[in-house]
């Protein structure tokens, strides 16, 4: 309506254009119609509309028009005034620097590097580091970078910090972030005013900012949420199509359904700029957590079900009770085809596991399978001299029997 025209305020030059495209939007619009103009200043100058048509206001004769649903993947961000002061956090830099390798003397065996602290030790380190601290008043993003309201602080230097009994302690160094004057994220800056840019590049006045948003939704998502992070893409496991026989696929995965997010700087077309959050979906593929019999018994039975995914279950099923029943031998021929399959990436190569002999659960990778069972496969153990299989070394190191030595 001419009264919604004038609220909106558009510039002149964008009438013509937005009527323009209001015609196709509106249900037996007939410019050739004479309708019921009305007197305003804000009717479309003849200069801007040399190569468009002449529509007149909407909604003097036909109402208000058609209602149109509009499904968007682009969000304003705004920041109150009121929760600005809450919007101020302080940076700190987080290393976990591992300690030297030892110098053996000549001759003797090497010993592997250590390796940085994976993700999940690092954020329980800077968990109990901060156990002092509330939760809702810092947020990590797991590598490197450590955020605190700047009503609190951490101290600087280096800390050792014990997660596990009988396991060395880990070393966590903390550092301002920025140098000498600390990096401070204030939200407040999103409220974009384009007059105190000077100039300037408004992505990288705000980047830090993004940064911190890109932190807190993912750190959301995971620990009330319960999905999974993955960079910037977002999973739910438990969410997939409609359709249940596209979520089982081969081997066991499963199509996992998720959203990417990214936050933009976008002109809002009245001479302003605004921050926007897009959300795309995405889909990947996951293996949920199982058991390692359970999911042979699925790469097993994919020759049964011959590809049908209602038969998929009923194959897991059964052949997992059959490599329960078994134990020390497999229930069909080891073909070579299906050898191929589990040392590859469809099977179990380069497939993360976790694994807990030792007395506390280690995650590891799977490097390649070996054509020879645990009880037939040997190798020679240094500290004994002489050579040894795989299940007798697990009984004399750890005093464990191995379930299945024979697969």
Not at 138 to 161: A, I, M, N, P
Not at 203 to 216: G, H, N, P, W
Not at 221 to 250: C, H, T, Y
Request: charged content about 25%; some cysteine; glycine content about 8%.
């Amino acid at each position: 309506t001419v009264e919604e025209w004038a609220i909106i305020n558009l510039p002149r030059s964008m009438h013509a254009f937005v009527r323009k495209e209001a015609e196709a939007a509106t249900d037996g619009w007939d410019p050739n119609v004479q309708h019921q103009t009305a007197n305003t200043d804000i009717s479309p100058n003849p200069e801007d509309c040399r190569n468009s048509v002449i529509l007149q206001p909407l909604g003097l004769t036909y109402g208000r028009g058609k209602p149109i649903k509009l499904l968007a993947n682009h969000f304003l961000i705004k920041v109150s005034a009121d929760n600005a002061g809450g919007g101020k956090w302080l940076a700190w830099q987080v290393d976990f620097p591992t300690p030297p390798a030892s110098i053996l003397p000549a001759g003797s065996r090497p010993v592997r590097k250590p390796r940085e602290a994976g993700k999940e030790l690092r954020t329980n380190a800077v968990r109990k580091l901060l156990e002092q601290v509330p939760a809702t008043d810092w947020l990590f993003d797991g590598g490197h970078r450590l955020y605190t309201k700047r009503s609190q602080s951490v101290s600087c230097g280096k800390h050792e910090v014990s997660l596990t009994k009988g396991r060395p302690p880990l070393v966590v160094e903390v550092q301002q972030a920025g140098g000498a004057k600390q990096q401070e994220i204030d939200l407040s800056r999103l409220a974009l005013d384009p007059r105190k840019m000077n100039g300037k590049n408004v992505s990288d006045e705000i980047s830090e900012e993004f940064r911190f948003l890109q932190v807190a939704m993912r750190c959301f998502a995971v620990s009330e949420l319960g999905l999974i992070a993955k960079g910037r893409r977002v999973v739910n496991p438990s969410i997939g199509p409609s359709d249940m026989q596209e979520v089982a696929l081969k081997h066991g995965r499963e199509l996992w359904m998720g959203y990417l997010a990214n936050l933009e700087v976008i002109d809002d077309g009245l001479g302003g700029m605004r921050c926007s959050l897009s959300l795309n979906c995405s889909g990947s593929v996951g293996l949920r957590e199982m058991p390692v019999i359970e999911l042979l018994a699925h790469i097993i039975g994919e020759d049964w079900c011959k590809g049908k995914a209602e038969k998929r279950k009923e194959a897991a099923a059964y052949y997992t009770s059959e490599l329960e029943q078994t134990g020390n031998y497999w229930p069909r021929a080891l073909t070579q085809n299906l050898m191929r399959t589990l040392n590859s990436e469809a099977g179990l190569r380069k497939l993360r596991v976790v694994v807990n002999y030792a007395g506390y659960a280690r995650k590891c990778t799977v490097v390649s399978i070996t054509p020879e069972s645990a009880l037939d496969k040997k190798f020679w153990l240094e500290e004994e001299h002489c050579n040894i299989s795989v299940a007798e070394y697990f009984k004399r190191k750890w005093n464990i029997t191995l379930q299945h030595p024979g697969l």
